[in-house]
C-alpha cells in the first residue's frame, strides 16, 4: 500500500485526453522520477493530483485518503507540496517570509494579529525557515526580496517553501529548467539529503541525465497512458522508452 | 404601441452604444486593458463638435469631422504619452492610469467648457409618425451609421493590411512581433481607430441629445456592460451585446421609473461577471495553473 | 486667510478620508483587491446614521425619509459600522472569485446602484434633495468650546485607533498573508491555505471602519445628500493612495493629507467670479488626475514607503 495511488484516472482536454486511465503507486520515502516525451501527461498528473484539473474517472489516494474532488488548497493542507515549471513565488516578500508565508500560523487570525499573541510560534518558525534556506543555499538572502532573486534562486526559494511545509510528498515539476550546471549539481545533492530524511518525492523531467542518476524508481508516461516503470538502469536500456522518445524527434533524452 | 415605441428608442440606444463600444472593445483587445478613459474621449469630440458648429457657427457635419479625426489624435497622444511606457506594469495599473487619464480629459473639458447645457446648431427635424410610433430621422441616421460601421470595421480588419496586423496582434502581440508584423504601426492604428470611434459617439450623444460635461460619466458604465455582455475584447459580440444593453434599458421604462433607467446597465454588468464573466464570447477570467 | 479654520478644516478631513483611504490601502495595497466601490460603504455608514438617530419622518415637513429611529449618536455610529459590514459582506461574498478589473468593475457597478438607490427612491432619504441640518451630537453638551475642534479631534482619535490597528495587522503574519495573496495567489493557494477567506474577511473586517467615517462626515457636513457620495469620492482616496505610494497605511496617509492640502487650499483662493472659482475646481480635477497618471508612472514616495519590517529575526 503506497503513499500515493493514482488508479485509472483520466482527463480531458476538449477532445484530447491528455491523460488517460492512468496508474501507479508511489511508496512512502521513495524518490521516483515521472518522465516521457512532450504531450506524454507528466504536468497534467501533477495537476490532478494537486487538485488544479478535477480528474473526469478513477482516484487519487493520500496515505489512504481521497484526494480526487476537493480543492487546492484543501490538498496541499492535507499533505501534498508541489512546485511549478515556472518557480512561483510571493515577489514583494523577503525569503524568509515567503517561508514564513508558507505554513499557517496563529497570526493569520484577526484578533490574533491585532493582539501579537503571535510572536513566539514566529521565533519558533523562524528559526526552521531559516535552516532550510541553509539546505537550498539561499542563507545569505533570507532578507532579499524574491524579486530579487535569480531565475535558479527562485526554484530553490520554492523547494525550500514547500519543505517548510513538512508535507507528505513533495511533486517537483521540471526543477532543473533554466538551471545552470551548478546548481543542478546543487539540486540533486538536496534531493538526494531529503531521500535520506525520509520524504517522499515524485520529479517530473526532461533532464534525463540529471534524473536517471538520481532516483530509485522511474514510472513512464507516453500520450497520457503509464507505458512502463522500473529502475532506472532498466529503463535506460529498455527499447520502447527509446522507442517512444526517439521516435517523437522531439526527445532530449541526455 | 408602448412597447414599439421603446423599442425603437432601443435601436437608437443600441446603434450609439454599438459605435461607443467597439472602439472601447477594440483597445481591451488589442492593447489589452480597459480604458476608463474612453467615454471622455467621446465627451472631447462633442465639445469639439459643439464649438466648431455652435459657437464658430460652422456646418455640423464640417465640425464632426474635424472634431473626430481630432479626438482619433488625441487618443494616439494619450497612449504614446501615458500608457505605452507602463505597459509593463499590467492590465490593472493601466486601469487606475485611465482613471486618472478620465479626471484630466474631464477637468479640462469642464474648465474650458464651463458648467450649462450645450447643443449642437443642427437642424430640427420632425419625427416622422410611423403608424402610431414617433422615429426621429437622426436616430435612423445613427442606425444607418452604426451599421456603416459594423461593416468598415470588419473589411477593415479582415481585408486591409493593418487590420489585420491588428488581428494578429489581437491574438498574441510576442508571435505577431517575430512574424515580422510592425507591432508599433498596428497599435498606431488601434489607437487612431478607437479614437475615431470615440469620436463618432461623442457626435452621436450630441445629435441624440443636449450636452453637459458630465455626460462622460454617465456612459462609461453603459459602455463596460455592453463590452462585458459581449466578453471582454469580443467586437462581433459588441453588435449583440449593444441590442441586447439597450433594450434591457429602454424596456425596463415599462416598469421602471426613468432614473433607474442606468442601474439596469450596473445590475447587467454585476450580474454577468458574477454568472459569466466570459461573457457572449470570450474566455474564463480565473485562476489558471 | 483664516489659517486656524484652515487647519481644523483639513485635520478633519484628512482623518475622515484618512480612514477611507488605510481602508483602501489594506483592501489593495496589502491584499491587492481592486476595489472601485469604496464610496458604497462610506455612504451606508453615513445614510444608515442619519436614518437611525432622526426623528421619525412627519407630515408636516417636505422631507421623505424611511425611518427615523431618534436614537443617540453613538448607536448611529453602531448602526453606521453595521451597515458597512453588511454592504460588504452583500458585496464581498459573490465576488469571491473575480480578480483584477473583473473586480473593479463589479465594485464599481455595485457602489453606483447603491448611489442610483439614494438618488431615485425618494422615500429612502428625500432622493436628490437629500436630508440638510443633521443634527451634531453633543451640541450643547460641547457648548464651551470650540465644536469644529472638538469634531477634528473627534476624527482624528478615530484615525489614529484605526491607523493603529491596521498597522498590527500589516505588521503581523496576517499582514504577510495578505499581501502573498496579492503577490501570488496560485502560490498562496498551494500552500495550503484558503484565499476566499482572507478576501471575505478583510473586506468584511475594514468596511465597517469607513462606514463610520461615513457618519464621521455626517457629523462635518450635517448634510446627507447624494452629490457627496458619488465615485469621485472613491477616485479620490484612490488619487490619495497612489500619491502616498501604494502599499503601506503611512503612504496612505501622506497622500491623502496631500490631495486634502491641495483641494482646500485652492478652495481657500478668494475668486472674483463664479467662472473662475469654477475653472480652478475643473483644473483641481485634472490635475490630479494628472498627479495619479505621474505618479503610477514614476513612484516618487514609493521609497518611503517599503515593506513592513515583521519578522523576528533569531540569534
New interface residues.
Given amino acids: 500500500m503506497g503513499l500515493l495511488r493514482i488508479e485509472g484516472v483520466s482527463k480531458r482536454f476538449g477532445g484530447l485526453r491528455a491523460v488517460d486511465q492512468c496508474s501507479f503507486t508511489v511508496e512512502q520515502g521513495s524518490l521516483t522520477g515521472l518522465i516521457g516525451p512532450n504531450g506524454a501527461g507528466k504536468s497534467t498528473v501533477f ?1 490532478l493530483i ?1 487538485g ?2 478535477k480528474p473526469e474517472s478513477g482516484s487519487i489516494r493520500l496515505d489512504g485518503e481521497e484526494l480526487t474532488g476537493q ?4 490538498i ?2 492535507r499533505g501534498v ?2 512546485t ?1 515549471q515556472t518557480p ?7 525569503c ?3 517561508l ?11 484578533i ?5 499573541t ?2 513566539a510560534e ?2 519558533a518558525a ?2 526552521r525557515a ?1 535552516d532550510y534556506l541553509d539546505l537550498v543555499g539561499l542563507g545569505a538572502r533570507s532578507d532579499t ?1 524574491a524579486d530579487e532573486l535569480s531565475g535558479g534562486e527562485l526554484r530553490m526559494l520554492e523547494v525550500a ?2 519543505l517548510m ?1 513538512n508535507p507528505k510528498i513533495l511533486l517537483l515539476d521540471e526543477p532543473t529548467a533554466g538551471v545552470t550546471p551548478t546548481l543542478q549539481v546543487r539540486l540533486a545533492e538536496t534531493l538526494k539529503e531529503l531521500h535520506a530524511r525520509g520524504l517522499t518525492v515524485v520529479v517530473v523531467e526532461h533532464n534525463l541525465g540529471f534524473l536517471l542518476d538520481l532516483v530509485e524508481r522511474v514510472v513512464v508516461m507516453v500520450s497520457g497512458q503509464v507505458l512502463t516503470q522500473g529502475d532506472p538502469d532498466a529503463i535506460r536500456s529498455d527499447p520502447e522508452v527509446i522507442n517512444a522518445y526517439l521516435g517523437r524527434r522531439d526527445g532530449d533524452a541526455a | 404601441m408602448r412597447v414599439t415605441q421603446l423599442i425603437v428608442l432601443g435601436l437608437g440606444t443600441g446603434a450609439f452604444l454599438l459605435i461607443a463600444t467597439l472602439g472601447f472593445s477594440l483597445v481591451r483587445r488589442v492593447e489589452g486593458f480597459l480604458n476608463i478613459a474612453h467615454a471622455e474621449l467621446m465627451s472631447v469630440a462633442a465639445f469639439v463638435t459643439w464649438y466648431l458648429n455652435a459657437d464658430l457657427g460652422w456646418h455640423f457635419v464640417l465640425a464632426a469631422a474635424i472634431a473626430v479625426v481630432v479626438t482619433a489624435f488625441i487618443a494616439l497622444a494619450i497612449a504614446r504619452l501615458i500608457y505605452d511606457p507602463i505597459k509593463h506594469l499590467g492590465p490593472p495599473i493601466l486601469l487606475i492610469s485611465s482613471v486618472g487619464v478620465a479626471f484630466l480629459l474631464h477637468g479640462i473639458t469642464s474648465a474650458v467648457i464651463g458648467v450649462g447645457i450645450r447643443s449642437f446648431q443642427i437642424p430640427r427635424l420632425d419625427a416622422w409618425n410611423v403608424g402610431g410610433v414617433l422615429v426621429t430621422p437622426y436616430r435612423i441616421a445613427l442606425l444607418v451609421l452604426a451599421g456603416l460601421v459594423a461593416v468598415g470595421l470588419a473589411l477593415f480588419l479582415n481585408k486591409t493590411r493593418t487590420g489585420k496586423s491588428i488581428r494578429a496582434m489581437a491574438i498574441n502581440k510576442e508571435l505577431a512581433g517575430s512574424r515580422g508584423i510592425n507591432v508599433n504601426a498596428a497599435s498606431r492604428a488601434t489607437w487612431l481607430l478607437a479614437g475615431l470611434l470615440a469620436g463618432l459617439g461623442g457626435v452621436a450623444l450630441g445629435v441624440l441629445g443636449t450636452l453637459t460635461t458630465d455626460i462622460a460619466f454617465q456612459q462609461i458604465l453603459v459602455i463596460l456592460a455592453v463590452a462585458i455582455v459581449a466578453g471582454l475584447g469580443s467586437l462581433y459580440g459588441v453588435i449583440a451585446a449593444a441590442f441586447i444593453v439597450a433594450f434591457a434599458m429602454d424596456l425596463s421604462l415599462l416598469i421602471l421609473p426613468g432614473g433607474y433607467r442606468p442601474v439596469i446597465a450596473f445590475a447587467i454588468v454585476i450580474v454577468v461577471l458574477l454568472v459569466r464573466p466570459q461573457g457572449v464570447a470570450g474566455s474564463r477570467p480565473e485562476l489558471t ?1 | 486667510m483664516n489659517w486656524g479654520q484652515l487647519a481644523i478644516t483639513v485635520v478633519t478631513l484628512v482623518s475622515i478620508l484618512g480612514v477611507v483611504t488605510l481602508v483602501l490601502n489594506m483592501q489593495y495595497g496589502h491584499a491587492g483587491l481592486i476595489n472601485f466601490g469604496v464610496v458604497a460603504y462610506f455612504a451606508a455608514g453615513a445614510y444608515t446614521y442619519v436614518l437611525l438617530t432622526q426623528a421619525p419622518p412627519s407630515e408636516a415637513s417636505l422631507d421623505q425619509y424611511a425611518i427615523g429611529l431618534d436614537l443617540p449618536a453613538w448607536a448611529g455610529l453602531a448602526g453606521a459600522a453595521v451597515a458597512g459590514l453588511v454592504f460588504a459582506a452583500i458585496t464581498g461574498w459573490p465576488t469571491l472569485r473575480l480578480r483584477g478589473e473583473y473586480l473593479a468593475l463589479t465594485t464599481f457597478a455595485f457602489a453606483e446602484v447603491f448611489h442610483s438607490f439614494i438618488v431615485n427612491e425618494q422615500r429612502f432619504a428625500n432622493g436628490t434633495r437629500g436630508l440638510v441640518g443633521v443634527p451634531r451630537p453633543y451640541r450643547e453638551e460641547l457648548s464651551f468650546i470650540d465644536y469644529d475642534i472638538a469634531l477634528a479631534v473627534a476624527a482624528l482619535v478615530f484615525l489614529i485607533i484605526a491607523y493603529v ?1 491596521f498597522e ?2 500589516v505588521r ?6 495578505l ?2 495573496l ?3 495567489e ?10 476566499r477567506r482572507f478576501r471575505l ?1 478583510i473586506f468584511l ?1 475594514t468596511a465597517p471602519f469607513a462606514a463610520m467615517a461615513g457618519a464621521f462626515y455626517i457629523w462635518y457636513t450635517t448634510l446627507a445628500i447624494p452629490d457627496l457620495f458619488t465615485a469621485e469620492v472613491t477616485f479620490i482616496v484612490w488619487i490619495a493612495l497612489v500619491l502616498g505610494g501604494e502599499g503601506s497605511n503611512r503612504g496612505a496617509l501622506i497622500g491623502i493629507t496631500l490631495v486634502i492640502l491641495f483641494e482646500e487650499l485652492i478652495r481657500a483662493i478668494p475668486f472674483d467670479t463664479i467662472r473662475a472659482a469654477q475653472i480652478a475646481a475643473s483644473l483641481e480635477v485634472a490635475a490630479l488626475g494628472l498627479l495619479l497618471i505621474i505618479f503610477l508612472r514614476w513612484q516618487p514616495f514609493a521609497s518611503l514607503t517599503r ?1 513592513p519590517k ?5 540569534g
Fill in positions: 495537476n494537486s488544479l484539473y480543492s487546492p488548497d484543501e496541499a493542507a507540496g508541489r511549478f512561483r513565488s510571493f515577489s514583494t516578500l523577503s524568509l517570509e515567503n514564513l508565508a508558507s505554513i499557517p500560523s496563529s497570526g493569520e487570525h484577526l490574533s494579529s491585532i493582539f501579537g503571535y510572536l514566529e521565533k523562524t528559526v531559516e526580496p517553501r514547500q511545509r | 495553473a | 490597528i498590527r495587522i503581523s503574519p496576517y499582514g504577510r498573508a499581501e502573498a496579492r503577490d501570488d496560485l502560490a498562496l493557494v498551494t500552500s495550503g491555505k484558503r484565499s474577511e473586517f515593506a515583521r519578522v523576528a529575526r533569531s
